[in-house]
């Protein structure tokens, strides 16, 4: 039988003698890797500055606390998103307010996000779901109209483009978080990378992630006094270890055949998939590069097999799937009991946390793969 796993790295023979050649420098956090790989990603994405952090999360709390957003304050964000873009709010202090998706892109519904502004938005979160980019045209108007900053949780999205331009790489952004959590299309273990235009915020970036100290271990060591430092501000361990910033380095090397891959799969599946009965495709929006992390169908009331049962049919065949997400983040145990938010609120979201199933796309994944997944598919669906 197959085995097709929903996600797996591809970690080359040149990632760990990298790793190694760190292991054997002593020098495992914070120093010359996490520059070398900072400054090749802020390339790679056509942006100024780029802040190696060890997650996504912590991207995404630095991009937050940098844009001054705090206590009193509320931030726009998709019901359906990982709970790492709604926490991040809430670590800052301010709240998240959650607005609907569409039900064919998976991204923000621009009039929904309309609907939400209040005095006290501070800050707009778009989320590049399974990355295909937002709207980014119509969520600029509306941050310029309303004098909003825009933090994007580009976590699915390195690579992709809007109208030509890199995810990472817009003025009109504060900053864009990105994660290199196994799944995703660059992988360190854990970690994450802030990339920003903006000069002050990449210096607090910078400031916040070790500590608040005001000059780094690896630039001391360039000083007179490599013992003294001085802390300017309340910040965090969220360094970046050379061990993760090498394996970075050799995996953004790697970023656009390990993306033209998943692109080719994704076409496959919606080749393959076209105008069959029981199940939604996704939608694209025009003048978009969709970098698809995943492909995710929706699995409709016309399907004879319903989608819990699908999943461990597919599974039974050797199929990893995956669900983004189980349950819309303000239904989250969590977010309902401090905020008493009700189902109903968001039908789309809820509707998608119901009916969708993610497919492996990954560059393990072949054309011949793609076939046998969409054949159990239809068999199972029609
Ligand atoms: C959309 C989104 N945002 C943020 C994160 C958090 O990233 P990390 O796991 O690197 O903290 C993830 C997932 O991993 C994600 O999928």
Redo the contacts with the bound molecule.
Sequence with gaps: MKEIPFGRPVISQEEKKKVLEVLDSAWLTHGPNTKDFEAKFKDFCGAKHAVGVN????A?HLGLLCEGIGPGDEVIVPAQ??V??AHAVMYVGAKPVFTDVEVDTYNIDINSLKEMITEKTKAIMP?HFAGQPCKMKEIYEISKDNNLAVVE?A??APGAEYGGKKIGSFEESSSA?F???PV?HITTG???MLVTNNEKIAEKANLLRAFGIDKSTWKRTKTERPWFYLVDDLGFNYRMTEISAAMGIGQLDKINSFTDARIKNAMKYESELQGVKGINLPQTIPDVKHAYLFYQILVNDESKTGRDVLIGKLKEKGIGTSVHYPVAVPLMPVYKRLFGFKEGTWPNAEKIAKEAISLPVHPGVSEEDVVYVCDAIKELVQ
């Design positions: 997650s996504g999360t912590a995404l998103t990982h790492a873009t989320v949780d976590a699915h978080s994660s290199f959590y995703k854990e970690g994450g």
